[in-house]
């Protein structure tokens, strides 16, 4: 029987779905729409995606503190609320430069709405972490893909439709919250000393941080694919951006295969298969990058998205359930809202790097660099799991 201190799982993940959903109608065609219709250069969409992605880190961040301290219905009615405001924003100012202001305020609440989720999920005590956060990982991503292969084809009827369906589905998202979400969230007296990490074993801090900082780096990568691939695509290989959208269907797809199946066989549940999912992973996402150059059709391109799809599915999940493992109770929003924060702030120096490398240097130099950096992720994780994990203590 559902605890009153714990959400619903089935309508957490609902959330969760509609949340990317919706998120998915607004900046996949980001790099596109002000490359091709506002006429700026990479480097400008570069600091606008950092704006945006800058907007996620603070808000998953100041999302996820408050969480251990607020109460938590009213935190995600706000986030949900300004999201509601910003697609009528858009709806009506949509050109240069209030387009890039409002995908600040976007990107700020996006991320706080996405810490607040998170931790929502660190409350479901009925089932194990690993597969809570395996789950929403799975319909966060499907949310997204779905709505990406979908985008291409709406926009050609113009970029306000596309706000219209971003609004219509947080206002649905408002309705659930307003429904589901409002439950007693269990406290923990802790000592203001516990809460700065005082107390807190200092080898779970290392570890915790180790896999935040090698999240955020490999999302530094995984931008890449979210904007300057799609320019490369369309301007340079001139390839219809119809096979652009559909990369991304094969990417939901194959996570909804992957997630489902170690669902199925309950290998979310063991913890030396989180240590190869993560380190399995990271391995393939890398792998990727080194075929991107050599990639010039759709086929390329999708033996690419599959070998980072399976980097993806397997190891971005395992990070929160890892830090959800290392945190008591108290702090759990604190570092879920950083986990959340960790692939925002990639993404916002991602699109900026990758232009400069880009103007300076051209796209196979990118790819290279993007692959470099994977590498030295996994390294970086690696030593620190051999070093610490069995001086963490499990929470």
Do not use: C
């Not at 009615?77 to 858009?90: E, R």
């Not at 956060?133 to 949310?143: D, E, H, S």
């Not at 589905?169 to 919250?177: Q, R, T």
């Amino acid at each position: 029987m559902q605890s009153k201190n714990e959400i619903a799982l089935k309508w957490l993940l609902t959330a969760s779905f509609i949340n990317s959903f919706a998120l998915g109608f607004i900046w996949p065609l980001t790099s596109i729409y002000l490359h091709d219709k506002l006429m700026q250069t990479l480097v400008v969409i570069g600091w606008v995606m950092l704006a945006n992605a800058t907007g996620q880190v603070l808000g998953s961040i100041v999302a996820g503190r408050l969480f251990d301290k607020l109460q938590p219905f009213k935190l995600i009615q706000i986030g949900v609320g300004v999201m509601i405001l910003s697609q009528i924003a858009f709806l009506l100012w949509h050109g240069w430069p209030a387009y890039p202001i409002i995908l600040t305020i976007t990107g700020l609440f996006s991320g706080w709405n996405t810490a607040a989720i998170n931790s929502y999920g660190t409350q479901v005590k009925s089932r194990d972490g690993r597969f809570v956060f395996n789950m929403l990982y799975f319909i966060a991503n499907f949310g997204m893909v779905f709505a990406t292969a979908m985008v291409g084809t709406i926009y050609t009827f113009g970029i306000v439709w596309l706000f219209w369906i971003s609004l219509v589905m947080y206002l649905v998202l408002f309705a659930i919250v307003r429904r589901h979400f409002n439950f007693e969230v269990k406290r923990e007296t802790i000592a203001s000393e516990d809460r700065q990490g005082q107390k807190m074993p200092k080898w779970n801090i290392r570890l915790i941080w180790a896999v935040i900082i090698g999240l955020g780096v490999l999302w530094i990568s995984y931008s890449q694919w979210l904007g300057n691939l799609s320019v490369y695509m369309s301007d340079v290989l001139k390839l219809p951006l119809w096979q652009y959208s559909m990369l991304w269907t094969i990417n939901g797809l194959l996570i909804a295969v992957i997630q489902l199946s170690m669902n199925a066989i309950n290998l979310s549940n063991s913890r030396k298969a989180m240590w190869l999912q993560i380190f399995g992973g990271i391995a393939f996402f890398g792998l990727a990058f080194f075929i991107l150059p050599f990639a010039k059709n759709f086929t390329g391109f999708a033996i690419a998205m599959v070998i980072t799809t399976f980097g993806e599915a397997t190891a971005f999940p395992m990070i929160p359930a890892l830090i959800n493992e290392l945190t008591p109770d108290g702090l759990k929003g604190r570092f879920q809202g950083l986990a959340a924060a960790s692939p925002s702030a990639g993404r916002a120096v991602g699109p900026l790097l990758g232009g400069m490398v880009i103007e300076n240097a051209g796209y196979h130099e990118m790819f290279y660099g993007a692959a470099g950096i994977v590498v030295l992720a996994l390294v970086g994780v690696a030593i620190s799991v051999a070093l610490g994990y069995r001086k963490t203590e499990q929470f």
